[in-house]
């Protein structure tokens, strides 16, 4: 394949993704997740809690979450509705750069969504590194998001994959309240420092933490594209 047809199709492949990306129900998620997050700002407000970065983060979880839930969960289901199923795997290999370019843009634009709410919270509520407090939270949307691009793969349904997620991430939620300075916990809070912990020691909990979820991270992606292979499952 020659460099003009390779920068064709990949020029293609982005323009696809961005209409199922950006079309649809997506808008309405990222509305619903600012929503989240400016009645988050102001209970927080209203309460008089103390706010620092590490509310901030905590603030952003939610909405970083639910940016990434429609695009993924439902991508295979809008695909299939959209009999475009066939076209991807009528070409060999094709569906891994579909589906592989679509995350990537995903997450790409879910990261600078995150950095304009962080830059709201900053001069609404508090002075925070925008770009840094993103970067933190792109380990737990890689988790939780490659882990539903797998679950999609095996029920090729949105509504199941969205109930399975749901599920899973209350079941992460209650562990993790019990487990919250573990570097087991995905939703560890990185700039809420423990008191009785050495700054050293906390500093390798979140080294560890995020080794764990990037390498959960891959192993659910890869999961996810080795379910891809299986044509008469999709084609059925």
Same mark, same amino acid.
């Given at each position: 394949?020659?460099?003009?047809?390779?920068?064709?199709?990949?020029?293609?492949? +982005?323009?696809?993704?961005?209409?199922?990306?950006?079309? @649809?129900?997506?808008?309405?998620?990222?509305?619903?997740? %600012?929503?989240?997050?400016?009645?988050?700002?102001?209970?927080? &407000?209203?309460?008089?809690?103390?706010?620092?970065?590490?509310?901030?983060?905590?603030?952003?979880?939610?909405?970083?979450?639910?940016?990434?839930?429609? #695009?993924? *969960?439902?991508?295979?289901?809008?695909?299939?509705?959209?009999? +475009?199923?066939?076209?991807?795997?009528?070409?060999?290999?094709?569906?891994?750069?579909? =589906?592989?370019?679509? $995350?990537?843009?995903?997450?790409?634009?879910?990261?600078?969504?995150?950095?304009?709410?962080?830059?709201?919270?900053?001069?609404?509520?508090?002075?925070?590194?925008?770009?840094?407090? &993103?970067?933190?939270?792109?380990?737990? $949307?890689?988790?939780?998001?490659?882990?539903?691009?797998?679950?999609?793969?095996?029920?090729? /349904? @949105?509504?199941?994959? &969205? *109930?399975?997620?749901? +599920? +899973?991430?209350?079941?992460? %939620?209650?562990?993790?309240?019990?487990?919250?300075?573990?570097?087991?916990?995905?939703?560890?809070? #990185?700039?809420?420092? !423990? /008191?009785?912990?050495? !700054?050293?020691?906390?500093?390798?909990?979140?080294?560890? /933490?995020?080794?764990?979820?990037?390498?959960?991270?891959? *192993? =659910?992606? $890869?999961?996810?594209?080795?379910?891809?292979?299986?044509?008469?499952?999709?084609?059925?």
């Amino acid at each position: 394949m020659s460099k003009n047809n390779y920068s064709v199709m990949i020029y293609r492949v +982005i323009k696809y993704n961005l209409k199922i990306i950006f079309a @649809g129900k997506f808008f309405w998620f990222m509305l619903a997740s %600012f929503s989240f997050f400016a009645f988050f700002m102001f209970q927080t &407000a209203w309460n008089r809690e103390e706010i620092n970065e590490a509310t901030i983060y905590n603030l952003l979880m939610f909405p970083c979450l639910l940016l990434i839930f429609y #695009p993924i *969960v439902f991508g295979i289901q809008n695909d299939e509705d959209n009999r +475009i199923l066939e076209i991807i795997f009528g070409i060999p290999n094709y569906r891994y750069k579909v =589906w592989g370019v679509r $995350m990537l843009m995903v997450y790409f634009a879910n990261y600078f969504i995150i950095v304009l709410f962080a830059w709201v919270g900053k001069y609404l509520l508090y002075p925070v590194n925008s770009f840094e407090m &993103a970067a933190q939270l792109l380990f737990p $949307m890689f988790f939780m998001g490659n882990l539903a691009f797998m679950f999609s793969t095996i029920t090729r /349904s @949105g509504n199941g994959t &969205a *109930v399975i997620m749901i +599920i +899973i991430g209350l079941i992460f %939620f209650i562990v993790g309240s019990s487990i919250s300075n573990s570097y087991w916990n995905i939703f560890i809070n #990185p700039f809420k420092i !423990p /008191s009785d912990v050495h !700054p050293m020691i906390w500093a390798n909990t979140l080294l560890k /933490s995020r080794i764990f979820l990037a390498i959960a991270a891959i *192993v =659910w992606l $890869m999961a996810g594209f080795l379910n891809l292979q299986k044509r008469e499952k999709f084609m059925g």
